[in-house]
């Protein structure tokens, strides 16, 4: 199996054994011996004859993708990947085999993902509003910095200060320049607004 038309053709028939919402499709790259399967929720499967061992010859190797999820994976996630004999199995047993061996574990990591990706992008929205009001706050002085959305960068606000803020999860890091008579008013605010959060 030596060019990607016939791993194209063999896609297509495992897609009809599959069935639910399956279809074949092109490989990501140019190459002779890789396609897809792709689901209607997004689920890919990656197809490839490529083997770099004696014993991938003859092998299919299919691949699950968690590209969407990229955001939220794990440093260390674990492949979701199984090899078949591509000249000793029918789609239809090939087909079951990704039912049996790869599915189950794809699908059910996939669900998680889906899960950490809603919170992740929550928490994105909630520090995109937090930002955008205290750059409001921060008045005409304050402008979004351009290489870093969680840097607000301000010139002569109250027309004695300069410097940055920058937005962490659950802080705001603030770097201040004011004119030497203005250090001591500017301590006294801090160590007041410290008073007041104990109070």
Same mark, same amino acid.
């Given at each position: 199996?030596?060019?990607?038309?016939?791993?194209? &053709?063999?896609?297509?028939? #495992?897609? @009809?054994? +599959?069935?639910?919402?399956?279809?074949? %499709? =092109?490989?990501?790259? $140019?190459?002779?011996?890789?396609?897809?399967?792709?689901?209607?929720?997004?689920?890919?499967?990656?197809?490839?004859?490529?083997?770099?061992?004696?014993?991938? &010859?003859?092998?299919?190797? #299919?691949? @699950?993708? +968690?590209?969407?999820?990229?955001?939220? %994976? =794990?440093?260390?996630? $674990?492949?979701?990947?199984?090899?078949?004999?591509?000249?000793?199995?029918?789609?239809?047993?090939?087909?079951?085999?990704?039912?049996?061996?790869?599915?189950?574990?794809?699908?059910?990591?996939?669900?998680?993902?889906?899960?950490?990706?809603?919170?992740?992008? =929550?928490?994105?929205?909630?520090?995109?509003?937090?930002?955008?009001?205290?750059?409001?706050?921060?008045?005409?002085?304050?402008?979004?910095?351009?290489?870093?959305?969680?840097?607000?960068?301000?010139?002569?606000?109250?027309?004695?200060?300069?410097?940055?803020?920058?937005?962490?999860?659950?802080?705001?890091?603030?770097?201040?320049?004011?004119?030497?008579?203005?250090?001591?008013?500017?301590?006294?605010?801090l160590a007041a607004l410290g008073k007041r959060k104990k109070g």
């Amino acid at each position: 199996m030596n060019n990607d038309v016939i791993v194209l &053709e063999l896609a297509r028939k #495992i897609a @009809a054994e +599959l069935g639910d919402g399956w279809q074949a %499709t =092109e490989g990501s790259a $140019p190459s002779n011996n890789i396609a897809r399967l792709v689901h209607s929720t997004g689920a890919t499967l990656h197809l490839s004859t490529h083997g770099w061992r004696k014993s991938d &010859e003859g092998k299919l190797g #299919i691949t @699950a993708s +968690l590209q969407q999820y990229g955001k939220v %994976t =794990e440093y260390r996630e $674990p492949t979701h990947e199984i090899k078949v004999s591509y000249n000793k199995k029918t789609p239809a047993q090939i087909a079951q085999d990704i039912k049996r061996r790869l599915l189950p574990n794809y699908q059910k990591r996939l669900a998680e993902l889906a899960e950490l990706q809603a919170q992740y992008d =929550e928490h994105e929205a909630e520090q995109e509003a937090f930002i955008r009001d205290l750059a409001a706050t921060l008045g005409d002085a304050a402008r979004r910095s351009s290489f870093s959305r969680e840097w607000i960068d301000f010139r002569d606000l109250g027309q004695i200060a300069n410097g940055h803020a920058r937005v962490l999860s659950a802080t705001v890091e603030f770097q201040v320049e004011v004119p030497k008579e203005f250090a001591l008013l500017l301590a006294a605010e801090l160590a007041a607004l410290g008073k007041r959060k104990k109070g």
